[in-house]
């Protein structure tokens, strides 16, 4: 690390604990943390909700507030997870076995304690492994032409498309979805329109705000709708026990805390996996790890441990690709790139060197952000479970009016709120259907970018597609594509191999 | 049989899809590609992507045969999710003509009656009226978002 870079670093710290930033970053992990304890909206939907109220923001405060949302709700999923068994996001899954298993048995406040200590360890230890790959990956990727960039996003959209759903296909289909909605609209090259259908609100193109607030949103009041009618929906345990660790509590979490936040910030590096397969890898990691397997799925504090580190390590994890390469490797991400991008801002490499301060205020306000996180879900936590108790009769169709305002306020068309109704239709019959979402919003806000890149690669080559051959990078990102496609396929026959090899 | 219908859709879309790029008006202008090259890729890609669907078909068919009786569990009631559609979408038709705080203090009284039956309908009478007014006030005068007034005079 070179001196400039660490003067950086150190101008971050003075941005981010400027009075206003501070008050954003609180406002960011508090609005996270209620995101993530309520179960039917997540990061996704409520960052696409702040766009528009936030515009006209300073871009640094709007985004660290931002980004603390996207940090908070999972601190704030557990909760969820722990006290009513549905994780209140998805990547809390793993925590609502053996969560509401130690609930069960009166360790409710342990285990509320563990996942918020394990969340800041994890969590902090991810900053920092950010703060270290930020500078060497963005100036790696200043090297990077058109064609690079291309087969870069080929790999992200192929590695989300065939690891997010339950199958690949219906993935890539999710993928191909989102590319084609963002031709609609006047290409910027030529000057045509495309596939507006006639309907003049499309010549800009769909806002990828309403497809996020509808495919997140909407879609989510919908499901939670027809569970409210049904009577599923479960009643909140009461927090029991102290909120803190016995000693002995303490000596079994601390390995799965650091051993969590490693998986999760590597899986968090890489396109495609995310928190929900973070989490459920160091819970798999943790059980055969353990002296005593059989208590998982029992209330093993390990179970919790382990998952709740990765799922927040993996958070600063995923902002290092969409920092340093402007690619972002889950929907989260992409949706929180689409904020990046309403602001006039492209993150990637130049980001580092044209606005330093923003990038590692940004940065910086998570240190804070975590600090703050551990205290709203500690002393503070039982406010937060209130929230548990509105009733979601109440609470979905709220959901919608504020889905509403965000999606009015960016232009101020009815056109958009029959989007985000139809998006929200599309998103209920894809979740159906197990068509995954994430990759749809993906390569909805990269499509822009990936067919520029396309198209300078072929005038540069003219018109050859060995261009994306021509290099190491793109030919290693070419073939990691090609064997993420093919993995699903794999994988299986793989499996089965080995399963046939232990009846032996 | 929703992956067998998923697979028309794929089709039917690609030939649409192909159809309209076909359309796209171009001038021998500007860079040599064209508007059209990256959505004929695309197509190209859907048609892949409905081979893959095939391909996963076929595999399941010979894999999965037992367990077919949980899926039953989770049938949803989609009756229950048209009623929800269909108040959102006329909430949403008569939102700039009667305003933000009228329809969404109506849109909230009726969706809480529907779904918040054991609630009282003081609660839910109140939460309306104070979320219609409270939010209105905070959008179009806190944080300077455009609402329609509609037919209210404020």
Known sequence: MDASTFQHILNGFTVAIQPINLWYTFVGVFLGTIVGVLPGIGPSASIALLIPITFGMNPTSALIMMCGIYYGTKYGGSTTAILIRTPGEAASVMTSIDGYEMAKKGRA??????????????????????????????????????????????????????????????????????????????????????YTMGIPEFQDGVGFVVVVVGLFAVAEVLRGLESVFK???????????KLWLTKQEWLRSIGPIWRGGVIGFIIGVLPGAGGTIASIMSYTTEKRLSKMPDEFGKGSIEGVAGPEAANNSDT????????????????????????????????????????????????????????????????????????????PGILYPLIISISLIGAYGINGSPTDLYLILFFGVVGYVFDKVDIPVAPLVLSLVLGGMMEQSFRQAMTISGGN?????????????????????????ILPKLKQYKEEGKDE | MA???????????????????S????????????????????????????AMLLGEMIRDRKTVKQPAAP????????????????????????????????SVSIYLLVMTNIFNKKGRWLVNSLTAVIYGVGSYYAFTQLLGVNLPAGILPF
């Open chain 1, 465 to 489: 597609l060995q261009i994306f051959f021509g290099s190491a990078i793109t030919m290693t990102l070419v073939i990691m594509s090609v064997i993420s496609i093919l993995i699903p396929f």
């Open chain 1, 316 to 391: 600063a994890g995923a902002m290092v690709p969409l920092l340093t390469l402007g690619i972002p490797g889950g929907g989260a991400t992409a949706v929180l790139m689409g904020a990046f991008i309403m602001y006039g801002i492209q993150p990637g490499p130049m980001l580092f060197q044209n606005r330093p301060d923003l990038v590692w205020g940004l940065i910086n306000s998570m240190y804070i952000g975590n600090i703050m996180l551990l205290i709203l879900n500690l002393p503070l936590i039982g406010l937060f479970v209130r929230l548990l108790y509105i009733p």
């Open chain 2, 71 to 102: 899926a039953a569990a989770d049938t949803g009631n989609p009756a229950v999710v048209v009623m929800a559609v269909v108040i959102t979408l006329i909430f949403f038709l008569a939102f700039e003509t009667l305003g933000y705080l009228l």
């Open chain 2, 23 to 50: 359309h796209i008006a171009t001038l021998e202008i500007g860079d040599p590609l064209g508007p059209k090259a990256f959505p004929r890729l695309l197509g190209v890609g859907l048609l892949i992507t409905a």
């Open chain 2, 3 to 21: 992956d067998r219908i998923i697979f028309v859709c794929i089709l039917v879309l690609a030939g649409v899809y192909f159809w309209a790029t």
């Open chain 1, 109 to 194: 406040g342990a285990a509320l304690a563990v996942s918020a200590i394990g969340s800041f360890i994890a969590g902090t230890l991810g900053v920092i492994g950010l703060t270290i790959f930020a500078v060497p990956l963005a100036s790696m990727a200043l090297k990077f032409g058109p064609a690079e960039y291309f087969t870069l996003m080929l790999f992200a959209m192929t590695a989300v498309s065939t690891l997010t759903g339950k199958s690949a296909a219906k993935g890539m289909l999710a993928t191909l979805l989102g590319l084609m909605i963002a031709t609609i609209g006047i290409d910027l090259q030529s000057g045509q329109a495309r």
């Open chain 1, 231 to 241: 009577g599923t929906a479960p009643d909140a345990m009461k927090i029991s026990g």
